[in-house]
């Protein structure tokens, strides 16, 4: 049974101020039913050797720490919070069953590369057609390499802050409820949220109002196409050039890692 906002209020005072059991459970079967919504939207097709049980499994831890760590007196929304947290949790799962093939992680990686060495060499973002020639194949092949690197969400806003260690992993909505996040114990969270501002400042127009409807709007791709007046296959791409950009950024800013 969904709570009031009058109960819901109350409920977070009793938990938060009072460590009220169970007001924590009444939180968590509340927001719920965001689990199925978030791995609905995350997976599509759910690989071989997994079941839905597995992803809202996943899920619902990443939902019990947005509730325990989640701060009410934050100007962020609870949902766009839990959202993230939830989505971190259904991937690192998918990352840990190794889901994506190697040999396309590969070909992302090349590309990715590809990418950064242009932008850096031309002093602007290339073209698909200039990736293309770097790569020796074609700008539909690039094309599709974009849509199928935002569909495996091997880069996300969250990704390019970690190093891969799953220890070490940070969620970029975490930061904006807790200052004092880091990275590696090397760089504070107040400063990371700073530079990934003006990371997202830098990006084009489309593709910062990408990362704002995915990230904070909670809005999918297909949704987000709409908006945009695109297909979803260009959200894709238009979300996986962003995420580039921003680890672009961010690496010479010494905030994120290096591409190995």
Known sequence: MSLSPDQLKRCWIDFKVYKDSEARFELINHYSYLVKITAGRLVTNIPTGLDKEDLIGAGVIGLIKSVDQFDPTRDVKFETYAIA?????????????????????????????????????????????????????????????????????????????????????????????????????????????????????????????????????????KEIGKVLGVSESRVYQLHAQAMMRLRTYLREEGAAPQVA
């Open 85 to 221: 947290l939830i989505r971190g949790a259904i991937l690192e799962m998918l990352r840990e069953e190794d889901w994506v093939p190697r040999s396309v992680r590969e070909k992302l990686k090349a590309l990715d590369k590809a990418t950064m060495a242009l932008e850096t060499a031309l002093g602007r973002p290339p073209t698909n057609r200039e990736v293309a020639e770097r790569l020796g194949i074609t700008e539909n092949d690039v094309g599709e390499l974009l849509v199928r690197m935002g569909r495996t969400s091997i880069y996300s806003l969250d990704d390019i802050l970690g190093n891969g260690d799953p220890d070490d992993h940070v969620h970029y909505v975490e930061m904006i409820v807790d200052d004092t996040s880091n990275t590696s114990g090397e760089v504070e969270g107040r400063e990371i949220k700073r530079l990934m501002a003006m990371g997202v400042d830098h990006l084009p127009e489309r593709e910062r109002l990408v990362v704002a409807l995915y990230y904070f709007e909670g809005l999918t791709f």
